[in-house]
């Protein structure tokens, strides 16, 4: 009955060397912190794969351009998708390049295609956004626990240097603590992961998206009087 309380979770915790409260200390945060992105991250894509997909249904159904890009003008940027955000940059551009005289097709064009890809590069930098914070976590965080597994058993063994002869009593409370350390570091890592690599995959097809956007948009625009 001793063993088994001694074993438990917030007693092997408690009684754990600095450095290794340290470590979990550190890994908890950084758990915390990747689980608030990762909830952040969702919502983001999530939002921006549904306004991505209204637009292109709304532009493709809808030839006024003029009156698509007044929309836009009048819903607040909150209110815009990023495709949305792309569009409007492109068709201002493209207006006020119509303007300016002496401007030929080709410049027009490339004009437009530029302002389209500053923007369509904001929009990526945004979507992208804590993404290398969950790849550090990932591949950092099983390390960070390992150091502290790794503290932890040379305590255990050091610790054992004075007893005559070594009991599992004596052992596994040692142990033990020394593997919560790489239990917490994988409990960072998995989650950190497996968001990671889907937020990779969203954010690269909204990517594609984009770009084939901006170039169905300078082909139509090129057709444009």
């Not at 450095?19 to 909830?39: A, D, E, K, N, R």
């Not at 551009?93 to 030929?104: A, I």
Request: hydrophobic share 50%.
């Amino acid at each position: 009955m001793n063993v088994i309380q001694d074993l438990s979770f917030v007693h092997l915790i408690a009684n754990a060397s600095l450095l290794v409260q340290l470590v979990l200390g550190l890994l908890l945060l950084v758990s915390l912190m990747s689980w608030w992105y990762i909830f952040l991250k969702l919502f983001a894509v999530r939002a921006a794969v549904k306004q991505t997909r209204e637009f292109e249904d709304e532009f493709w159904s809808n030839p006024d351009l003029m009156g698509l890009y007044q929309h836009a003008t009048l819903v607040s940027r909150r209110d815009q998708g990023a495709l949305e955000r792309i569009f409007a940059a492109g068709f201002a551009e493209f207006v006020k390049l119509k303007k300016t005289h002496g401007v030929d097709s080709a410049a027009l064009l490339d004009g437009t295609r530029r302002a389209m890809r500053a923007c369509y590069q904001r929009e990526m930098d945004h979507l992208e956004s804590h993404l290398s914070f969950l790849a550090t976590v990932g591949s950092v965080s099983p390390y960070v626990g390992l150091l502290g597994t790794v503290w932890g058993i040379m305590n255990a063994f050091r610790g054992l240097s004075n007893v005559g002869q070594a009991t599992l009593a004596q052992v596994a409370p040692g142990i033990a603590e020394a593997l919560v350390a790489t239990a917490m570091g994988l409990f960072a890592a998995i989650p950190a992961v497996v968001a990671y690599n889907r937020y990779v995959h969203d954010v690269t097809r909204l990517s594609s998206r984009f770009e084939s956007f901006i170039e169905e948009f300078s082909n139509v625009l090129q057709r444009q009087p």
